[in-house]
């Protein structure tokens, strides 16, 4: 298809359970009147429950199934990168839902925009209230905002891919869990123009991958992430005094349930 508006890159393996979601995710783009793509990309040898999912969709449009020969889920979403056609890319999880009452209000912001980078909301599962990390958008502000570890959840964030390959911006494979983050750090580092919208349009799966690890490892991967990315590493002065008390700030919320204290 010609002219792709957006391209949704998701990484998929052991997807069983969430292969409703997924389903539901492709119909509430259906009954839209935009050009978009679904890009689900798979590590080989494909396992049994994406080889069912491609079965499927086998009917669908707009549908592609993208084999990557690397290993992890940020060498997943470079393949995405490489192989979409969109102007405009966002990458989620299989677990993620759209937030499927405003999909058209969604659509209706990408048909008229014109910025690198937009800042949609999230909702958690399970909660009513939105997450917003960041109040700033556009200049140093927002780069700094993102040094100073207070970014917006990744999968409420649509990026223009044009942007993307001009700078070659990619994902760090050799991080386990904070590569998305980076990601949006140095795209940040470029000065590009970005938009806010008050719009959620994520549920996001606040027990999924990222979940497994802990505080202090995610802070730690940003140290080494600002570090091995040339544009990001004269900020790392600051990442790490910022970390530093961020771990020491988690540690001190916990010293109740660790310690009992005698007055």
């Not at 086998?58 to 393949?79: H, P, Q, R, T, V």
């Not at 058209?104 to 909702?123: A, G, Q, R, T, Y």
């Not at 980076?182 to 970005?194: A, D, G, N, Q, Y």
């Not at 549920?203 to 990222?210: A, K, R, T, V």
Request: glycine share 4%; charged share 25%; with cysteine.
């Amino acid at each position: 298809m010609d002219n792709i508006q957006l391209s949704i890159i998701i990484p998929i393996k052991d997807i069983d359970h969430w292969k409703k979601n997924i389903i539901k995710n492709i119909q509430s783009f259906k009954k839209c009147e935009f050009n978009y793509e679904f890009l689900f990309v798979y590590s080989s040898p494909i396992d049994k429950s994406v080889s069912n999912l491609q079965n499927i969709l086998k009917e669908e449009k707009n549908i592609i199934f993208c084999l990557d020969e690397g290993n992890g889920i940020y060498s997943a979403m470079n393949k995405g990168i490489e192989s979409s056609k969109g102007e405009y890319l966002i990458f989620v999880g299989a677990d993620d839902s759209f937030n499927h009452s405003r999909i058209s209000d969604f659509v209706k912001i990408l048909k008229n925009n014109h910025s690198d980078l937009i800042l949609f909301e999230v909702l958690f599962k399970g909660e009513i209230k939105k997450r917003k990390f960041l109040k700033t958008e556009g200049g140093i502000t927002t780069l700094i905002h993102w040094t100073l570890g207070q970014p917006r959840v990744h999968q409420g964030i649509v990026y223009k891919r044009s942007f993307i390959i001009s700078k070659k911006i990619r994902y760090l494979t050799r991080l386990k869990v904070t590569s998305d983050y980076i990601f949006t750090s140095e795209f940040c580092s470029h000065k590009p123009l970005i938009i806010k919208k008050n719009l959620p349009i994520i549920f996001y799966n606040i027990d999924g991958f990222s979940s497994k690890f802990s505080y202090s490892y995610r802070y730690l991967e940003h140290i080494k992430g600002y570090f091995l990315i040339p544009r990001l590493r004269k900020y790392l002065a600051i990442v790490i005094i910022s970390r530093t008390i961020l771990i020491l700030y988690k540690f001190v919320l916990n010293l109740p349930r660790k310690f009992k204290f005698i007055s």
